[in-house]
């Protein structure tokens, strides 16, 4: 079962929903982010998994894998969104786009 999310135009697709937790991130449907929540380390990577790391956090419980309540999904993802639109428009910048 799949799940999305939008998030400042991006559709996040909840890939695993525990141990770890993931999504895909898409703009207007090319991938534009791999999120990982595993052994209490949350991190995003630009484009995709192999890609630059955009967006850290660490938990204080080091077994987390899942985000534990609404709040906390909403509060990081949220700043995920933020940092993978910032880095479209530095790449955009970059391109002469």
Known sequence: MEEF???NGLVFEQTCFACPEQYDVYKDDAIA?????????LRC????????????????NGMQGMFWDEESRELHLTAISNAIND???????LQGN
Do not use: A, M, Q
Request: charged share 35%; no cysteine; glycine share 8%.
């Open 5 to 7: 999310s939008i998030y």
């Open 87 to 93: 880095k479209l428009k530095e790449e955009n910048v």
């Open 45 to 60: 990577d630009f484009p995709d998994v192999d890609g630059e790391t955009i967006y850290e956090h660490y938990f204080d």
């Open 33 to 41: 982010g791999y999120i990982r929540l595993r052994w209490g380390h």
